[in-house]
């Protein structure tokens, strides 16, 4: 059965797409892990890393199917992608679309109940599903938690970093209170986009970041992901950041010790 990962903060812009995007393609590339990543956003951001923002186009254009339908015809089949491969490698993904947003508001959608329902009929084809989050609270977050076994929030050592941390911490509490036989656990905080000479700011950012987590028992990964233009380059051409090659060798060792330390957080090592 596949090892389900929620990727959460309430904080926009901090990397959760980059971070699903790249540790997909590293377990499915490097470790050879049979991947299904899901995009839970509107935006629709994952989707356009993993096929090009032109090919996304024209998939949206085609009404091709994207998680939407799982959530508007629950008992259809569901609508896996392959990811156009690199060296052999496949990778699926249930593509979003900016429609996801109003199954949000149509009162007869469960959505909550219809995502976990949906994945549990497929799970065992794969070792790991990563779900990629919008980052608004909704019911796409309860269908994300509903689903999961773990979350792992990626932080941007900045100004308001610490934010996203206390509205995720009530927004579990408040799942938890809901759900008390669901097993989900925060495996860990990765610190993203952190620069060698912290300035101040970001300084003050990691410290109070690190204090909530030590208060919740959170773990924090000990390696961290390097700021870099690389990644969004990367994201650009549909490559994850061990195979762009503009990319710095230091960048890549540390997103290895990153996605390392991912594997053994979330019990896939
Ligand atoms: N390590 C990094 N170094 C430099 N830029 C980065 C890094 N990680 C992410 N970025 C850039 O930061 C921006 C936000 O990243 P991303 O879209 O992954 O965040 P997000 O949390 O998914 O955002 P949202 O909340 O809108 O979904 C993107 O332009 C991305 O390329
Ligand atoms: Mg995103």
């Not at 899901?38 to 994207?66: C, V």
């Not at 949000?104 to 009929?121: N, R, V, Y």
Request: aromatic share 10%.
């Amino acid at each position: 059965m596949a090892t389900v990962v929620s990727m959460i903060n309430m904080k926009g812009g901090v990397g959760k797409t980059t971070l699903t995007f790249n540790l997909a393609w590293y377990c499915a590339w490097k470790m050879r892990l049979r991947v299904l990543a899901i995009d839970l956003d509107p935006q629709a951001n994952l989707s356009q890393y993993f096929m090009g923002a032109e090919r996304y186009l024209r998939y949206i254009q085609n009404n091709q199917p994207t998680v939407v339908d799982i959530f508007n015809e629950p008992r259809s089949s569901i609508p896996v992608h392959d990811v156009p491969d690199f060296a052999g490698i496949t990778l699926h993904l249930i593509a979003s679309r900016l429609d996801l947003a109003w199954s949000l508001i149509d009162p007869k959608c469960k959505i909550g109940q219809i995502l976990p329902q949906s994945l549990s009929a497929i799970n065992h084809h794969y070792d790991l599903i990563i779900i990629d989050c919008a980052p608004t609270e909704s019911l796409l977050t309860t269908a994300a938690y509903n689903s999961s076994r773990y979350v792992i929030v990626p932080v941007k050592p900045e100004f308001l970093a610490a934010i996203g941390l206390p509205l995720l911490v009530k927004s579990l509490k408040k799942y938890k209170e809901i759900n008390r036989n669901q097993k989900l656990e925060i495996a860990g905080i990765i610190f993203n986009d952190h620069n060698k000479d912290m300035s101040p700011e970001e300084i003050t950012s990691c410290r109070s970041v690190r204090n909530i987590a030590e208060n919740y028992g959170w773990k924090v990964f000990e390696s961290t992901v390097h700021r870099s233009r690389s990644f969004a380059a990367g994201s650009r051409e549909r490559q994850p950041i061990f195979n762009t090659p503009r990319a710095r060798t230091d960048v890549k060792y540390n997103f290895d010790k990153v996605a390392e330390e991912f594997l053994k957080a979330v019990k896939l090592r």
